[in-house]
């Protein structure tokens, strides 16, 4: 399969010669990104149909109709959908995707005002630099270059900004049954590539096809009770230490699938020594258990080959002189994709106990990854080599959700192909003075105008 996909992208090529973004374009992403920081899109705040409304203005600026840019308040925050007509009756469309809400900020814990952008030092802050901001700003600015520039595609290219990916997820589930018949995801929040500490050096690009399942199962334990002067064997906090040490114990079988062995075989290079050489065996051979062994050791990496769960909240006891009658504790597990809730819920409570009580919270929803399709693959190597050449392009599993979630269970082909270009020390989206590097933004605007070219022109 791998040797497959790069031959795949050797064929490929784009379907029209972009236009270099121009001095122009990099301020006009600069000033979208920056006014884009300016509304704080938190929950509760009301300022997410506003910054909708500024978006649709941009785009309408460069010649989409009203018709064709449509903003919906709902429940509180919004979404919006941007129309670039493509040529081919009945044809599927293509989704490009990125959420406008941003997590909360407190300005007296930043140095700079959160919701104030500011460039300094070759970076732009400010809460939603990074997420999602920045790429959701690329996007708008693409789209209004194709516009602009009398690109027809072959399908439709639709620009779906969700409203609340941070908090709730409604307004992505609602579109996401609303596209459900799209050929396939492009998401701006997800993926992308990572610099060397030199800020200027691009070590490997990240192209996201699977997230992992959250899932957050409650474990319940009580007993009667009485006087702390007089233990039992039936202490709710006693017992439950036990299930949490079996728990912590316990390791969730090995798996593999195309996403992850790609994956892993990538990176197994790059990381050398005995780790990397567990990477390559393990991506040749899933049922090596001594290479599984040696990955599942480092937390970084061990999410990649199986499902964890981990104690994050423990509550118990009512009075300090007297037994507890109640103890419970939330285990948060990352499921590995195909993987059901209902089976990781179930693995828990045998490992808990005939006497305790295993629930899951809410109903979390279990997707597959998606296939590590040739035709994506290539435009995203084609447009990101544009920018580095000979860089590696490294299929990747995240361990949390994204609006493409709900698309994957919905069976849309779905993919984190993120422009952002970064260092690791720069990353601090939702932490304090989250930045994007500026000189990134005329290579982020190539790169989406080379990706949307070469896939709508199929």
């Known amino acids: 399969m791998i040797r497959m996909l790069l031959a795949l992208t050797a064929l490929v090529s784009p379907a029209m010669a972009m236009a270099k973004a121009g001095p122009a374009d990099v301020a006009q992403a600069k000033e979208v990104l920056m006014k884009g920081i300016g509304f704080p899109t938190v929950e509760g705040r009301g300022q997410t149909v506003a910054y909708a409304h500024y978006i649709a203005s941009v785009l309408k600026a460069a010649g989409y109709a009203d018709s064709?840019?449509?903003?919906?308040?709902?429940?509180?925050?919004?979404?919006?959908?941007?129309?670039?007509?493509?040529?081919?009756?009945?044809?599927?469309?293509?989704?490009?995707?990125?959420?406008?809400?941003?997590?909360?900020?407190?300005?007296?814990?930043?140095?700079?005002?959160?919701?104030?952008?500011?460039?300094?030092?070759?970076?732009?802050?400010?809460?939603?630099?990074?997420?999602?901001?920045?790429?959701?700003?690329?996007?708008?600015?693409?789209?209004?270059?194709?516009?602009?520039?009398?690109?027809?595609?072959?399908?439709?290219?639709?620009?779906?900004?969700?409203?609340?990916?941070?908090?709730?997820?409604?307004?992505?589930?609602?579109?996401?049954?609303?596209?459900?018949?799209?050929?396939?995801?492009?998401?701006?929040?997800?993926?992308?590539?990572?610099?060397?500490?030199?800020?200027?050096?691009?070590?490997?690009?990240?192209?996201?096809?699977?997230?992992?399942?959250?899932?957050?199962?409650?474990?319940?334990?009580?007993?009667?009770?009485?006087?702390?002067?007089?233990?039992?064997?039936?202490?709710?906090?006693?017992?439950?230490?036990?299930?949490?040490?079996?728990?912590?114990?316990?390791?969730?079988?090995?798996?593999?699938?195309?996403?992850?062995?790609?994956?892993?075989?990538?990176?197994?290079?790059?990381?050398?020594?005995?780790?990397?050489?567990?990477?390559?065996?393990?991506?040749?051979?899933?049922?090596?258990?001594?290479?599984?062994?040696?990955?599942?050791?480092?937390?970084?990496?061990?999410?990649?080959?199986?499902?964890?769960?981990?104690?994050?909240?423990?509550?118990?006891?009512?009075?300090?002189?007297a037994l507890p009658q109640r103890a419970t504790a939330n285990i948060n597990c990352r499921i590995f994709p195909g993987v059901p809730v209902e089976a990781v819920r179930a693995t828990l409570a045998e490992l808990a106990g005939k006497d305790a009580s295993v629930k899951t919270i809410d109903e979390p929803v279990a997707s597959d990854a998606s296939p590590l399709r040739g035709d994506v693959v290539g435009a995203v190597t084609t447009a990101v080599r544009a920018r580095y050449p000979g860089l590696d392009i490294i299929p990747s599993m995240s361990g949390g959700a994204t609006d493409s979630f709900y698309f994957r269970v919905l069976g849309v082909p779905s993919y984190g192909v993120a422009s952002l270009f970064m260092r690791d020390a720069d990353g601090f989206a939702h932490g304090l003075n989250e930045r994007a590097p500026v000189a990134g933004i005329g290579g982020a605007l190539d790169q989406w105008d080379s990706v949307l070219r070469t896939l709508g022109g199929k």
Not at 178 to 203: C, P, S
């Open 68 to 321: 064709e840019v449509v903003v919906t308040p709902m429940e509180g925050t919004a979404t919006l959908e941007a129309t670039l007509k493509g040529t081919t009756p009945g044809a599927k469309p293509i989704v490009l995707l990125a959420h406008m809400d941003v997590v909360e900020a407190k300005p007296a814990d930043w140095t700079r005002d959160p919701f104030v952008a500011v460039e300094e030092g070759g970076y732009i802050f400010g809460r939603g630099a990074e997420d999602n901001k920045y790429d959701l700003s690329m996007m708008v600015v693409a789209m209004a270059r194709l516009k602009a520039a009398g690109f027809r595609p072959k399908r439709d290219i639709v620009l779906v900004l969700t409203g609340d990916e941070e908090t709730r997820m409604v307004t992505t589930q609602a579109l996401a049954q609303k596209y459900r018949n799209a050929e396939i995801v492009l998401n701006g929040d997800g993926g992308g590539g990572t610099l060397g500490e030199d800020g200027t050096t691009a070590l490997y690009y990240g192209l996201q096809a699977g997230e992992k399942t959250y899932a957050d199962y409650a474990i319940e334990l009580t007993d009667v009770g009485g006087h702390s002067s007089t233990p039992t064997d039936g202490n709710p906090i006693y017992r439950m230490a036990r299930i949490l040490a079996r728990i912590d114990a316990y390791d969730f079988p090995d798996q593999a699938n195309e996403l992850t062995r790609a994956s892993l075989k990538a990176r197994s290079g790059r990381i050398g020594g005995a780790v990397g050489d567990a990477m390559r065996r393990y991506a040749e051979n899933p049922n090596d258990k001594a290479a599984a062994a040696v990955i599942a050791a480092r937390p970084e990496f061990v999410g990649q080959i199986r499902t964890t769960c981990v104690a994050t909240e423990i509550d118990g006891g009512h009075a300090r002189n």
